[in-house]
């Protein structure tokens, strides 16, 4: 590290949100620049322009810090290549930063609440290389492992309380010493990169933005058990992912720090990479490992639990990625330190993915403990455009929702489980006002029917019957004693279903049950969707009191069939209207319902 | 032991059994509908659900979940029962309900668990499915929409046979079972499916609209075709075989059956059978009675005393054979035999000479248990499909090491785990010396008490794997790596399977396999054994019972030379179709021509056609009596249908010639059995009436040699001919019976030739083409079959079918050398 510290830094978020929003152009301008500029020589010293993984705020990408040696870091947030002769005239070599483009104070704040340590490395090093992996106690952790026996290893991961990230929460010590209890010589370690929850991305980022802490966590995990073979499954959407990942591993053989003699620390261990067959159920540990041996991504029961009978038969420990990222940091800091941070029963921070309503969408990690309301207004900034918060969907289409008066549920396995909803991997979906929860019952389960692999029946076809009386509840075809019928499918079909899948599929509708019976009821008995969200009971009439006057839905409406003057409440003419909903779907102000 | 109570009640059970069959042990019910006990655990269908006081908040899969120690089960439950009712009732959306009409209604688990759940009316509603069918293959009728997912077919298909048709497509509700491409059923058409479907989605299309399942009688017997000696439950209704279904729960190999066994029964209800005798009259034969043919039966035996000539099949019963052993010395005749080129020396010279016993010496279940296993010829699944789906498990649930001694691929050499090693044709004997002679010179052999380990060793010094391999074009490492194997493993089995079509070399090619077993410790220890498989259902009881020539006694051969030159007047042919089956048809036919010729048969065979007289005879499905197996399984058969028109089992018939000689006999099968166990050895002590469906194995689990004798047997020079043909058993047949049934005849129709891919394009012949296979001036044609298991120069054919003519050609040699062209 010192002899980077002199050095100019760029850092660029490079993460896939960063990419998409043309990071790659943003480091190709910068590079040209400083050597157009011939900067380097004008400042006096080396300018490095760092690839860097996610730092969260994805939805203000392209971010870049300016580290200047001696100064506190800048960033700018929204950068485009236009921009980078602008930073490096005025800032890197005028040293007075191009205020107007510098992220707002939200991006502190977004900061501030936050305890970023598995995201330490993102963000922060180019993920790329080895040396700046390095540089960052990489590797310590498993240098520090090795001076200890398995059981010792296992021991103190125990102690520090981690549980596992990728959503059952399952004590990671526990599951290890399962692993290493199992007899036989041939054993396998798997990590889970399958994420398949719609909208969670955290995973992703750790493998972008530190796939050597990742791999060390695995080294760790391995010596632990005693298995010489560790996969890791990464879905196939994830292609820098798998590209940053199978690189480092590539490095790490190379430099003798995978294969035989790890290091030279007197244990082996081999990686490989396993793209994913693309389907949700891929995700759980039965089906995943069938995936692995190449047949069809189909549950298995268990037990026999995979770390007495897993992969080819062979025991088999699988954790989540965002596990093993915190398992290196236990051996850096230690279990005492791990385990001061949290709550009774979550040590630890946890990595969210937030989307949907809220201002800042993107990656927060957050120590257990934090408040859902912190979560969603402190760090993320609140609601956007300034409605009203109606309910947050924690734990993807395996969760539940929790309204304005659970906003209190701590980040802490047991306490989401009780106001319904889990942690599971992390997802958060931020709704508002305008969000029907009947129809959000319907977004998830029209998402888990469709991923159902197909080999039990109460998911196959228990999630087809269910989602079939929430769309004509939506449709405004509800009958007297749905909302029972629901209720009473969903539990049998919890209580009855083979895997994780189907145990957990009813669970939106559950909670939205639970929390907004009401807006069941006002669908089925009064036809009307009180989110006015529901495209079938829609009457396209213009609300006098909301309507703003602005003008844009005439200007929308493919039949004209809408009347408005300047200054005037728009009209639609219902014998013109198509129901084609563009209108409604223009209006910024809900004033038509 | 694991103790654990299930419904109050107090279970000790083995540590390895799920709850499901903990219970079903103790009498105590679980309704199940994916489980299938010879399936690796699934837990599919959640109908099986029930509490664990000790897993408490879900209800859990007793088909899947082990047992363990103190666990406390509770089967019924009002929310069990709810569960279950919701599962039913989720089922029922969809499927079509077409009960009237399918032929599962009344034995369809669907079914039985509506009824039993008293699901009147469904809370839910959803489109019913409207799935096409499967109409393109002659045998199993696939409607998809009466399926209900379990999953068994997939799984059968996969796990026990190891062919792999079908495999799950499509997420979700959408998920269904597929075929290749969704392309019809193309397969083996065991109908493993069609036994393991718990519903009316996989049906046996020849029984389609027969009967409902509650009119038929269900009669356990054993298959009447090959030596595996597999339970088959006839259903017999208005005194015909309707259909064939099996005993999973009782049966021997696990109900498992092969196209010929599930489909292969027409023949016995077929228009064409014998119904009376028949004699020579003015050159033509016309209809007879009973008794005017046995008096001129009679007369012509006593008149040929000595010099009568007696062939007979192996698919008699062993009380028949007794009975024919009878005869022969009523009339003081040796001439008895069983099989044309005595392909049977194997054991009676082979085995007998090196370890003094004519039998295999282990059974089929230890084979499951294995480590390695090795096949010479790869043909031993044509043979013994069922035996081959043995092996499969053992590479499935064992991880058994196959390696198969080949000179053409097939369906072993594609299994997990196989490897072939190819040679040359008639060089199987080469390979076997080549594993002997590295087991001997890597220090591997087990030589306590084994005899002539010196002179074995020295006669080997020819045949160090990589001479072998030179000289055989096999794979030298390849050779090694088996041997060790072999050497190393805890359990092996090596087996080998003889037959009409495999007559050359039979007793070396079992003294080579003999030292293997010697060297390797195989023979005689506990879980492994060295199997020697007779073609037909009954050929081991034929060997137990001595259907060989007696001292001055001709072989079938012999009696046909002398026959065809006028010295043996007067032939009996019973059961066998030697025109069709045995080598050199020529020779056959003139010495049919030539004798006297009493043919008691099924159907006027080819041969039958020059009788003299003809005695029709009853099929398998019509006697009692017994078979063993080629693990030396004795097993009962059991009459389910009469024999039409004056037709009489062998037993009867023997009875009687018996009596006209002034002789007495047993009056049942149940006697005879008696009495023969006091004159075979190793049948003694065994009584008819309590052999159980599982058999009685004659020499225990495990037989012990009675001596260790290595003996040196040379192999053979790879003939020098660019085209050579093989000769051998085609899946779908057993004998020539097969190709009288109309299950094989719809998948397997005709005879064929085949040839390898490089071989039919230098010969420009397309499957379907006519070709012409010319040798030593005779010539047969066929259609040709061209794949790709083949090695170039190789041909082969078939020799089940009569209008081949192939034994016009085959006079009982390994190879023939060939010249083939297009017509
Ligand atoms: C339908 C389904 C999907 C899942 N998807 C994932 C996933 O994408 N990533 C993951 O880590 N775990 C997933 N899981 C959980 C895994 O089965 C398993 O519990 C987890 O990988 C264990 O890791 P941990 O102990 O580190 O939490 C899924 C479970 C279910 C039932
Ligand atoms: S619960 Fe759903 S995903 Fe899981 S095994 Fe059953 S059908 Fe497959
Ligand atoms: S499969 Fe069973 S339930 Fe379905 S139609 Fe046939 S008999 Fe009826
Ligand atoms: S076809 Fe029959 S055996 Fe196959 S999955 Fe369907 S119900 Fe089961
Ligand atoms: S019988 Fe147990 S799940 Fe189907």
Not at chain 2, 529 to 535: F, M, T
Request: hydrophobic residues 40%.
């Amino acid at each position: 590290m010192s002899e980077t510290a002199e050095n100019l830094k760029v850092l660029i978020c490079t993460g896939t949100g960063g990419l998409a929003s043309g990071a790659a152009s943003v480091v190709a301008a910068f590079e040209a620049e400083f050597e157009k500029k011939g900067v380097a020589a004008k400042i006096g010293s080396a300018c490095d322009v760092n690839s860097t993984g996610c730092r969260g705020l994805c939805a203000n990408d392209v971010l870049v810090d300016i580290c200047k040696p001696g100064e506190e870091p800048v960033t700018y947030d929204f950068v485009t290549p236009d921009l980078v002769p602008q930073i490096v005239d005025e800032h890197v070599l005028g040293g007075n930063p191009v205020e107007k483009k510098v992220a707002g104070p939200y991006y502190h704040q977004f900061l501030e609440k936050q305890q970023r340590i598995i995201f330490s490395r993102c963000g922060t090093i180019d993920a790329e290389s080895l040396d700046d992996f390095l540089a960052h106690r990489g590797f310590t952790g498993i240098q520090k492992a090795v001076t200890m026996s398995q059981d010792e290893v296992i021991n103190e991961v125990k102690k520090s309380g981690l549980r596992g990230r990728g959503g059952g929460g399952f004590p990671t010590g526990l599951k290890w010493s399962f692993a290493k209890g199992s007899p036989g010589d041939t054993k396998y370690l798997i990590c889970n990169a399958d994420e398949g929850d719609p909208g969670a991305f955290m995973d992703r980022s750790v493998l972008e933005g530190d796939p050597y802490g990742l791999i060390e966590g695995l080294m760790i995990g391995a010596y632990a058990i005693g298995c010489k073979f560790a996969y890791v499954y990464v879905r196939a959407e994830y292609p820098l992912a798998i590209k940053r990942l199978q690189l480092a591993i590539d490095t790490c053989y190379e430099k003798g720090f995978l294969g035989k003699n790890c290091m030279g620390l007197g244990f082996d261990l081999d990686m490989r990479i396993k793209a994913g067959a693309g389907a949700f159920v891929c995700g759980e540990e039965t089906a995943l490992m069938a995936s692995i041996e190449g047949q069809r991504g189909m549950s298995r029961p268990r037990p026999p639990f995979p770390a007495v009978r897993g992969l080819w038969g062979y025991p088999t420990n699988i954790n989540n990625v965002e596990t093993f990222a915190n398992v290196a940091y236990i051996f850096y800091n230690g279990a005492d330190w791990f385990s001061s941070i949290g709550t009774e029963g979550t040590k630890g921070t946890k990595i969210f993915a937030l989307t949907g309503k809220v201002k800042h969408t993107g990656l927060v990690e957050v120590p257990a403990g934090t408040t859902m309301k912190e979560v969603i207004y402190d760090v993320c900034g609140g609601i956007l455009n300034n409605r009203k918060f109606k309910a947050v969907q924690a734990g993807g289409p395996s969760g539940g929702c929790l309204p304005a008066e659970a906003l209190d549920a701590e980040v802490d396995y047991d306490s989401l489980i009780k106001a319904g909803a889990m942690m599971g991997s992390g997802g958060l979906v931020v709704m508002d006002e305008t969000t029907c929860m009947v129809d959000i019952a319907r977004f998830f389960l029209n998402f888990t029917r469709v991923e159902s692999c197909g080999k039990c029946i109460p998911c196959r076809i228990g999630l087809k019957i269910m989602l079939e009386i929430l769309e004509r509840i939506t449709q405004g075809k509800g009958q007297e004693g749905d909302i029972e019928m629901l209720e009473d499918m969903a539990y049998d079909i919890k209580k009855s279903s083979l895997c994780g899948l189907g145990q957990t599929a009813p669970n939106p509708v559950l909670s939205t049950i639970r929390y907004f019976r009401n807006e069941y009821e006002t669908h089925i008995k009064d036809k009307e969707c009180p989110s006015h969200s529901c495209k079938e009971l829609l009457h396209f009439r213009v609300i006098e009191d909301k309507c703003k006057k602005c003008g844009i839905c005439p200007r929308v409406c493919p039949v004209d069939a809408i009347e408005w003057e300047k200054g005037k409440v728009a009209y639609i003419n219902l014998d013109k209207c198509t129901r084609c909903t563009s209108c409604y779907d223009a209006c910024r102000f809900m004033a038509i319902d | 032991m694991v103790n654990l109570t299930i419904d109050g009640k107090q279970i000790t059970t083995a540590k390895t059994s799920t709850i499901y069959e903990a219970a079903k042990e103790n009498g105590i019910y679980i309704p199940v509908l994916c489980y299938a006990k010879k399936l690796l655990p699934y837990g599919a269908c959640r109908i099986c659900l029930v509490e664990v006081e000790q897993m408490k908040g879900r209800l859990i899969p007793s088909c899947t979940t082990p047992v363990t120690e103190g666990m406390v089960v509770t089967t019924t439950s009002d929310e069990i029962n709810k569960v279950r009712k919701t599962v039913l009732e989720f089922l029922l959306v969809n499927h079509v309900v077409d009960c009237p009409v399918c032929d599962k209604g009344g034995e369809c688990d669907l079914q039985d668990l509506t009824y039993e759940y008293e699901v009147v009316t469904n809370r839910f509603q959803g489109e019913k499915f409207d799935l096409p069918t499967d109409e393109v293959n002659p045998l199993i009728e696939r409607n998809m929409n009466r399926c209900v997912l379990c999953g068994k077919c997939v799984r059968v298909c996969d796990e026990v046979v190891g062919y792999g048709s079908y495999s799950f497509i499509n997420r979700g509700f959408e998920t269904k079972i597929a075929t290749a491409f969704d392309r019809g059923l193309n397969c083996e058409f065991c109908g493993q499916c069609v036994s393991m479907c718990p519903v009316g989605a996989i049906l046996p299309r020849p029984f389609k609209f027969k009967a409902r399942p509650w009119q038929l009688k269900d009669v356990d017997t054993v298959c009447g075709y090959c030596g595996n000696g597999c339970t088959v439950t006839l259903g017999v209704k208005d005194n015909q075989v309707q259909t064939i279904r099996f005993n999973e729960d009782t049966g021997v190999n696990h109900g498992n059956l092969c196209v010929r066994g599930r489909f292969g029964y027409s023949y016995v209800n077929d228009a064409t059978r014998l119904t009376k005798p028949l004699i020579r009259k003015g050159g033509e034969l016309r209809e007879a009675s009973w008794d005017e043919a046995l008096v001129t039966i009679a007369e012509k035996f006593k008149a040929a005393g000595k010099d009568l000539g007696i062939i007979s099949g192996a698919r008699l019963t062993n009380e028949e054979l007794l009975l024919l052993k009878r005869i022969s010395s009523a009339l003081g005749t040796h001439h008895l035999d069983h099989s044309g080129g005595e392909c049977y020396q194997g054991l009676t010279a082979g085995l007998n000479e090196t370890m003094g016993i004519s039998a295999s010496t282990g059974t089929f279940p230890q084979v499951e248990k294995c480590n390695a296993i090795l096949a010479i010829r790869s043909d031993f699944y044509e043979t013994h499909p069922v035996f081959g789906m043995v092996i499969n498990q053992a590479i499935r649930l064992n991880d058994a090491q196959l390696s198969v001694i080949a000179d053409k691929r097939g369906k072993l050499s594609k299994l997990p785990n196989a490897r072939t090693l190819m040679h040359k044709p008639g060089c199987e004997i080469n390979m076997i010396n080549a594993l002997c002679q590295v087991i001997i010179a890597e220090g591997l052999a087990k030589t306590d008490d084994l005899q002539g380990l010196a002179e074995l060793t020295k006669a080997l010094a020819d045949y160090t794997p990589e001479t072998v391999a030179k000289m055989v074009g096999a794979d030298a490492e390849a050779i090694k790596k088996t041997a060790r194997e072999l050497a190393g493993a805890k359990n092996a089995a090596i087996v080998v399977a003889y037959g009409l079509p495999y007559t050359a070399h039979s007793k070396e090619i079992a003294i080579a396999a003999s030292n293997l077993a010697l060297l390797t410790g195989i023979a005689g220890r506990e879980g492994s054994g060295l199997y020697l498989c007779g073609e037909k259902a009954n050929s081991q009881g034929a060997i137990d019972l001595q259907i060989t020539p007696g001292p001055a006694g001709l072989g079938a051969q012999q009696m046909l030379n002398s026959a065809a030159e006028g010295r043996l007047p007067v032939l009996y042919l019973v059961g066998e179709d030697p025109v069709v089956t045995y080598p050199d048809q020529g020779l056959v036919k003139k010495a049919l021509e030539k004798s006297f010729l009493v043919v008691q048969d099924l159907f006027l065979t080819d041969s039958a056609k020059y009788a003299d007289v003809v005695l029709p005879a009853a099929s398998f499905t019509e006697k009692d009596g017994t078979f063993t197996n080629a693990e030396r399984r004795i097993q009962r058969l059991r009459a389910g249908i009469k024999s039409p028109g004056e037709a009489k089992s062998d037993f009867v018939v023997f009875q009687s010639l018996l009596n006209k000689l002034q002789k007495t006999a047993p009056a049942a099968p149940a006697a005879a059995f008696g009495e023969l166990t006091g004159e075979v050895a190793g049948y003694a002590g065994i009584v008819y009436e309590q052999i159980g469906p599982q058999g009685e194995v004659w020499g225990g689990e495990t037989l012990a040699p009675l001596k260790k004798v290595l003996i040196p047997v040379a192999g053979n020079e790879p003939l020098q001919a660019e085209y050579q043909l093989l000769v051998g058993s085609a899946l779908y047949h057993s004998g020539s019976v097969s190709t009288r049934s109309k299950g094989p005849m719809s998948v397997c129709p005709e005879p064929y030739i085949e040839l390898g891919r490089d071989d039919a394009v230098t010969l420009n012949v397309k499957t379907g083409d006519m070709i012409q296979l010319k040798a030593a001036g005779v010539t047969i044609q066929s259609k040709a079959k061209v794949d790709n298991r083949l090695p170039k120069g190789v041909i082969f054919a078939p020799y089940h079918f009569a209008g081949l003519g192939l034994n016009r050609i085959y006079t009982g040699q390994s190879v023939i050398a060939v010249e083939p062209s297009k017509l």
